[in-house]
Antibody, heavy 120, light 107 residues
């Protein structure tokens, strides 16, 4: 059974950097698309971007382009979400999810989520 | 970006009721429409992909329909375990935007 396991909750200060991870349990994920989805407290789902683990081809939502960096290490079937300058407004739950088909259109396997809290 | 709207934003129904949630896209997305269920404190779960295809393991009381710009998620007989927020998502044009969600609870 394929699973996505995310790194643990983080508490950071504004201006700090952070990288969270999403590790796949199966080597077959190296030909998968992995998406990142934000959910701010009490709010809905926001699609941030997607990366193909095979060659790190990455697409961003314009709302998140330049605000975060999505990367991957195919050798360990892991995707990352990185901030270089955190803001209080980055406080949210972040989910990674696997695309079930060729371009990650529908997301069929989700990680458990990583809660990021940014507060001075 | 393609804008997704959902109606209603919330609903309350009795166990056994038929429930319909509507999702509308701001432009034609053919059948690239997915539905997710998110229970409180949990990650979302894929119910329906490509407008009408039931994901493996999802109960058959869930059904998706529609194409173009108008789509429906139908729960044929609402069960207590269906209390959740339901999101549609278009996957035709990047970014693959979500709707605002419909919160379903039991009357």
């Amino acid at each position: 059974e394929v699973q996505l396991v995310q790194s643990g909750a983080e508490v950071k200060k504004p201006g700090e950097s952070l990288k969270i991870s999403c590790r796949g349990s199966s080597y077959s994920l190296d030909t998968s698309w992995i998406a990142w989805v934000r959910q701010m407290p009490g709010k809905g789902l926001e699609w941030m971007g997607i990366i193909y683990l095979g060659d790190s081809d990455t697409r961003y939502s314009p709302s998140f382009q330049g605000q975060v960096t999505i990367s991957a290490d195919k050798s360990i079937t892991t995707a990352y979400l990185h901030w270089s300058n955190l803001k209080a407004s980055d406080t949210a739950m972040y989910y990674c999810a696997r695309g079930r088909d060729g371009f990650g259109r529908a997301l069929d396997i989700w990680g458990q989520g990583t809660m990021v809290t940014v507060s001075s | 970006d393609i804008q997704m709207t959902q109606s209603p934003s919330s609903l309350s129904a009795s166990v056994g009721d038929r429930v319909t949630i509507t999702c509308q896209a701001s432009q034609d997305i053919t059948d690239y429409l997915n539905w997710y269920q998110q229970k409180p404190g949990e990650a979302p779960n894929l119910l329906i992909y490509d407008a009408s295809h039931l994901e493996i393991g999802v109960p058959s009381r869930f059904r998706g329909s529609g194409s173009g710009t108008n789509f429906n998620l139908i729960i044929s007989s609402l069960q207590p375990e269906d209390v959740a927020t339901y999101y549609c998502q278009q996957s035709d044009h990047l970014p693959f935007t979500f709707g605002p969600g419909t919160k379903v609870d039991i009357k």
